[in-house]
């Protein structure tokens, strides 16, 4: 036949190794108890106190005993010290008085006590009502108490040990329940931390590959752009240089210039895109202007708002600097753009318009991500930086982009916070510490 397995709990076991403790703490308080005589009885009983320092020896020996014995060994002392301790305290009563005791009253309590101060074994409530039991029993042939009088006390006893035998076993369901809940909450916060981490790992493997083919295609790019470049200017100076009308003249160079410009324009974005195909960590710390920082996102960020509305960006140019990774604070940025266009979009805003400013604020630079759509509804900005929260279809949005924004920002001192502005629209303002020189702020990730 197999043997069924006595798993123990982790919130039992912790209160399983609190008994010896807990004896050593009786074994201190149950001499200077003596001093309670005082009050109640005529005069000090030398018996009396050796009854109490006869129990705190016991209970010395149970702590010694206890913190070397195994897990059976533990259970089966409980017990025994259960037992002796009704001795124990009747013996007290005995010597105080017998049935004048001022202590007495407490004898149909114990199993009650007992069960209290040691929940988490059941069986100490019976071994104290047993042990109770014998005593009162053994005064009806010394003629100390007559059968009804035993009769009576071991009635209301035997309702102690029965709640106090309930109440150890509901202790153990609470106690047994509390730690399935325990287990069941770390387990969901596992599988969480799991999954956001996968989701990391596939996203950034996913930009991983995608700014290797980027970095792939504006090589491609730059090659026919550069033979674009110097055919257009060998076509310039060959037309120019022919004899034209001046009307002819200026109409074809406004053409040329704006040719120029275009291809600069494909030059730019190609650079930036290299740019932001690098690998950011590779890229250290450093004190920079935000001007800088803000002008090569708002570029990138340019191409998703044409077709949504205009991008403003006021950020002065004399505001301090700050100590953060330039193309960290771009990803942030570019982020908080492209979700405005987004939400203008999905809005169909007629004339849309997002617009980043910049301030000082006492020793803090605040830059602010605003536009006009429709904003934040309350019960969604509450959840807004809660990883996996979105409100975006699952082909547009993971949930993750404003979580990691705020950590990116975290990481050199700054914050990140939503709020809807006073005349509508939504409104992200990022905070980051003026730099001292001298006072590089303390990184909080790598």
């Not at 104290?128 to 209301?156: D, E, H, N």
């Not at 975006?392 to 001192?413: D, N, Q, W, Y």
């Amino acid at each position: 036949m197999a043997r069924e397995r006595h798993v123990r709990l982790p919130l039992l076991d912790k209160v399983s190794t609190t008994p010896g403790r807990k004896s050593l703490v009786f074994a201190a308080v149950l001499p200077l108890l003596t001093l309670l005589d005082v009050f109640t009885l005529p005069s000090l009983r030398l018996d009396a106190f050796l009854a109490r320092a006869s129990w705190a020896v016991e209970l010395v020996a149970l702590a010694l005993l206890f913190e070397h014995a195994s897990e059976k060994q533990r259970r089966l002392l409980i017990l025994g010290h259960c037992a002796l301790g009704s001795f124990f305290y009747l013996a007290l009563v005995y010597t105080t008085g017998g049935l004048e005791s001022p202590y007495v009253h407490l004898v149909p309590t114990l199993p009650l006590l007992t069960a209290f101060t040691y929940p988490e074994e059941s069986g100490s409530a019976v071994a104290c009502g047993i042990g109770c039991a014998l005593v009162i029993m053994a005064q009806v042939p010394m003629g100390t108490a007559s059968f009804a009088q035993a009769a009576g006390w071991l009635s209301i006893l035997g309702s102690a040990t029965f709640f106090g035998v309930f109440g150890s076993n509901q202790f153990r369901k609470a106690a047994a329940a509390q730690n399935e809940s325990r287990l069941e909450r770390a387990r969901r916060e596992t599988l969480e931390k799991l999954a956001r981490a996968e989701l990391k790992r596939t996203q950034s493997e996913r930009l991983a590959t995608v700014g290797r083919l980027a970095a792939s295609v504006m090589h491609e790019i730059n090659n026919p752009l550069a033979f674009v470049r110097a055919n257009i200017h060998f076509v310039e100076t060959e037309v120019l240089a022919q004899p034209l009308s001046a009307e002819l003249r200026q109409e074809l160079e406004e053409v040329f210039a704006e040719t120029r410009a275009g291809m600069e324009r494909i030059q730019q974005i190609v650079t930036d895109l290299k740019g932001f195909s690098h690998s950011m960590d590779a890229e250290e710390a450093r004190v920079c202007s935000l001007g800088e920082v803000v002008q090569d996102a708002a570029r990138l960020a340019s191409i998703r708002l044409k077709s949504v509305g205009t991008l403003k960006v006021e950020v002065p140019a004399e505001l301090p600097q700050v100590f953060i990774t330039p193309r960290r604070l771009a990803q942030v940025l570019l982020n908080l753009l492209v979700n405005a266009s987004d939400a203008l979009e999905e809005a169909r805003v007629p004339q849309g318009e997002v617009r980043v400013r910049g301030e000082v604020l006492g020793k803090r630079v605040v830059l602010l991500v605003e536009d006009n759509g429709p904003g934040f509804p309350p019960q969604v900005l509450p959840r807004l930086f809660e990883s996996f929260f979105t409100t975006k279809g699952p082909e547009k949005g993971t949930g993750l982009g404003l979580s990691i924004s705020r950590e990116l920002v975290e990481r050199f001192g700054g914050s990140l916070i939503a709020e809807n502005r006073p005349e509508g629209g939504a409104r992200l303002r990022i905070e980051l510490p003026i730099h001292e020189p001298g006072h590089e702020p303390r990184k909080s990730g790598a």
